[in-house]
């Protein structure tokens, strides 16, 4: 579980819009699904996990204990029928935000640094993650918004 916070944007009109903001509040379990010759950047950008098919049967059995999830293009055929586990809880890889990527240790080096997506709907109102419920008070009051 996230909390949540809401800003009114300026511009409601456009609900695809998109900022890219820090922090480092906690660190990220990170699990790249990539093809073998990429498994070693992924590990030395400092991925949590990386493989393929293993972690695809690991996920279609249920597990989710992962914050982010980067991939290539050329998997996510692979990985496209994990949606109804992944997309409810927000893990769904996408193009957009950065997690289908060729540049795999780039990309765990963004999040691993804190990388955080704005999204912003058709209302102009901005929704992000702050914390986990998991969070003590202590913890939640180290977060400056």
Not at 33 to 53: F, I, T, Y
Not at 100 to 107: C, P, Q
Request: with cysteine; glycine share 12%.
């Amino acid at each position: 579980m996230f909390f949540f916070f809401f800003f009114q944007a300026e511009d409601g009109i456009r609900d695809a819009q998109e900022s890219r903001g820090l922090g480092d509040v906690y660190k990220r379990q990170v699990l790249v699904l990539c093809s073998p010759d990429k498994e070693q950047e992924a590990r030395d950008a400092g991925a949590d996990h990386v493989g393929l098919d293993d972690y695809i049967a690991k996920i279609e059995g249920g597990w989710t204990d992962i914050d982010v999830i980067i991939t290539m293009p050329t998997v996510m055929a692979k990985v496209g029928r994990l949606g109804r586990v992944l997309g409810p809880r927000g893990l769904m890889p996408n193009p957009k935000s950065g997690t289908v990527t060729l540049d795999v240790g780039k990309a765990v080096e963004e999040v691993k640094g804190g990388k955080i997506d704005f999204k912003v709907d058709k209302f102009g109102i901005i929704h992000t993650s702050v914390g986990k419920v998991s969070f003590s008070a202590e913890k939640l009051s180290l977060i400056h918004i």
